[in-house]
């Protein structure tokens, strides 16, 4: 199978799932719910930065080049071969493992354009994970802000992995208090967090190792672990490369 093709299957397979949300910041909590279309994916996979290929420029449907990209009309081959393609290489590579990176906890933090003059990303929210390769960041904006909800749809705005840039800097952090995958297909509902659960297990824990144990599992402490594990690397790789060789 065409692998730009497989990486677009692997994103219509979570097209029915929802992500619902509840986060915290100074006693003030906010909800939401991230839901996927097709649409999506063009701003995902990067193809807005591919100018050379210009079926993907003049079609202004997203949703019409996603189908395209499915039914193989547009191809690997056809982006790959873009001047532009080393700029989405890795975007591409992260994106078939979309849903696998939003199953695990993520650092939450709200996102403020004006702090960030290096970009021209809008969203209002950051979501920041760790693979074991990358850091990876994930940007959601609410559809339609002038539709009046009680809880705000979002979608992924944009999605890519760190590179010399951490966009997390100066952004204010909530804590997640609770995440659930839900199966709009089959109506099945996966609680993935639970804050609140896991401090009453601590609570009850009966001996203080075991409560040590169990609010190791609180997302901020397992994702910013993670998070700092790949900047370890990373440092110790650029280190060894500026390190010059004794004869």
């Known amino acids: 199978m065409d692998p730009l093709q497989m990486i677009a299957m692997q994103y219509q397979s979570i097209m029915h ?3 619902y949300f509840e986060i915290a910041k100074k006693q003030n909590m906010h909800k939401f719910i991230l839901s996927f279309e097709k649409g999506d994916f063009f701003h995902l996979a990067g193809m807005h930065k591919l100018k050379d290929i210009t079926e993907l420029q003049i079609e202004r449907n997203r949703s019409v080049i996603f189908e395209k990209i499915i039914s193989g009309s547009i191809s690997y081959k056809q982006i790959k071969d873009s001047i532009f393609y080393n700029n989405i290489e890795k975007r591409l590579f992260h994106l078939e493992n979309l849903q696998e990176l939003l199953d695990s ?3 939450i933090f709200q996102y403020i354009e004006n ?15 760790a693979t074991k390769q990358d850091i990876v960041f994930v ?3 609410e559809r339609n802000k002038k539709i009046s909800q009680d809880i705000p749809i979002m979608c992924c705005r944009s999605f890519f992995p760190m590179d010399q840039l951490d966009y997390t800097n100066n952004q204010p952090s909530y804590t997640l208090l609770k995440k659930i995958k839900i199966d709009t297909a089959l109506g099945i509902k996966t609680v993935q967090y639970d804050r609140s659960k896991i401090i009453d297990e601590a609570k009850n824990a009966p001996s203080e190792q075991e409560r040590r144990s169990i609010m190791q599992q609180l997302n901020e402490k397992k994702a910013q672990l993670a998070i700092s594990e790949v900047l370890s690397e990373r440092r110790a790789i650029q280190q060894n490369r500026q390190t010059p060789e004794r004869s």
Do not use: G
């Open 17 to 19: 799932m929802q992500y």
């Open 105 to 107: 906890n993520q650092i």
């Open 139 to 141: 940007f959601l904006s």
């Open 115 to 129: 702090k960030n003059k290096a970009s021209c990303i809008k969203a209002d929210y950051l979501l920041e994970n």
